[in-house]
């Protein structure tokens, strides 16, 4: 068994303020992501200035911030914001869902692209690449909260939260996700969108791996205890909601290459 780092969920304690890790995590998702976007900036658009470009980044994060916070109240918890509406304000007791801030930087997406003389598909294949940054940070702002573990086991790393009231060895399904929805899902869009692919297909590539990988952790991770699990006693609302990423990622995908060789053979 591992030891678990005891790490202060607060990085800098002003009083009144308190800037807490959690928080930093999603300015490095959102900052990293702007840097590696301003260098694949040119073969994007070679007339788009780093202005409009932040711009965009500005419209995707808020979409990522409130799209992730509706979704937690709409997904996984709402009947208690039903019966505390004020609730859904109070964003330090935590509660944001990933799918709804998918959604969010979807609708962010569509409406900058109307505006910007570009379709949805353009820029989601731009911004599909970035957003493990973001994935990976959050799951480690996860972890120095120590919450959002694993399931109860006797593997070597395991490790025992301070959080869990059972003080059991769990699987620190935190750094599952860090590894694979950061780091596995980063390089394999990085490196897959290297070369020019048809509109759609890294989108649908995003979307197949993440599903997956998401699919699979949610196995070893204990599910939201006023959910628990459902689809027959298996499934986890994690799981559910990534049914349709995978499938429609793979949809995506070959949607996206039929099309280029409709269009290639027609040229």
């Not at 009083?15 to 301003?38: C, D, E, P």
């Not at 609302?237 to 349709?244: A, E, N, S, T, V």
């Amino acid at each position: 068994m591992l030891p678990y780092p005891q790490i202060d969920p607060v990085a800098l304690d002003l009083g009144l303020i308190k800037i807490h890790w959690y928080g930093l995590m999603y300015l490095v998702g959102i900052g990293g992501a702007w840097l590696l976007a301003s260098r694949r900036l040119a073969g994007f658009d070679a007339t788009w200035s780093k202005e409009k470009l932040s711009d965009l980044v500005f419209w995707v994060a808020m979409g990522v911030i409130l799209g992730g916070r509706l979704g937690y109240v709409l997904f996984y918890d709402f009947a208690a914001y039903i019966a505390e509406p004020l609730k859904i304000m109070r964003v330090w007791e935590g509660g944001m869902s990933f799918h709804g801030g998918l959604l969010g930087v979807m609708l962010a997406t569509w409406w900058f692209g109307r505006r910007n003389n570009k379709s949805f598909f353009q820029l989601m294949d731009f911004i599909a690449p970035l957003v493990p940054i973001g994935l990976g940070a959050g799951r480690i702002g996860n972890f120095i909260n120590a919450e959002l573990w694993g399931k109860a086991t006797d593997l070597p790393w395991a490790m025992v939260f301070p959080t869990d009231p059972q003080q059991l060895a769990r699987h620190p399904s935190q750094l599952y996700q860090f590894a694979l929805e950061g780091l596995a899902l980063f390089a394999i869009l990085w490196f897959y969108s290297r070369k020019p692919r048809p509109t759609m297909a890294v989108s649908g590539m995003f979307a197949l791996c993440y599903g997956i990988f998401r699919f699979i952790v949610e196995f070893v991770r204990v599910p939201d205890v006023q959910l628990g699990y459902l689809a027959g006693g298996w499934l986890t609302m994690g799981q559910i909601l990534c049914l349709p990423m995978i499938l429609g990622g793979l949809g995506l995908i070959a949607y996206a290459y039929k099309r280029q060789a409709v269009l290639g053979a027609a040229q």
